[in-house]
């Protein structure tokens, strides 16, 4: 298996890639809060069932790609990596500035059942941010 900053930098890659720095960040956050209100580990609450899309194919699959370069293919998904990268040593450690608190995001693109009890929104990029309680 990768290692753990591996595995949220992958995490805010595949939700994030294409959004401006602060939509990774956001996606970083939403991993943090959720570290720190479920008292899990940050490759835990990556690879929690169907929290994060991404994953949804299997981690083995999701390696695979990785190590074969399927997703970082040219200097556009290099730069995105490398900021995903950064993000994702400072979630590891729990050192990212907390921002609004998030704890869930998604899509604009998308309605999911449960967006209607998000509190303190904020629109990034095709994200929305904002926290459950």
């Not at 996606?27 to 609450?45: L, P």
């Not at 899509?107 to 967006?115: C, D, E, L, M």
């Amino acid at each position: 298996m990768l290692p753990e900053v591996i595995i949220v930098a992958l995490t805010i890659y595949m939700e994030a890639a294409g959004e401006p720095l602060r939509g990774k960040l956001g996606v970083g956050q939403v991993i943090q809060q959720r570290m720190i209100e479920r008292d899990k580990s940050a490759d835990e609450v990556c690879l929690e069932h169907k929290q994060f899309s991404g994953w949804n194919i299997g981690p083995e699959k999701v390696e695979a790609r990785h190590m074969a370069g399927k997703y970082i293919r040219n200097d556009i998904d290099k730069k995105a990596w490398r900021d995903c990268l950064a993000i994702a040593g400072r979630v590891c450690h729990l050192s990212l500035p907390g921002g609004r608190c998030w704890n869930h995001y998604h899509s604009i693109f998308v309605t999911p059942s449960w967006s209607d009890k998000m509190k303190d929104v904020e629109i990034i990029g095709n994200h929305i941010f904002g926290r459950i309680l």
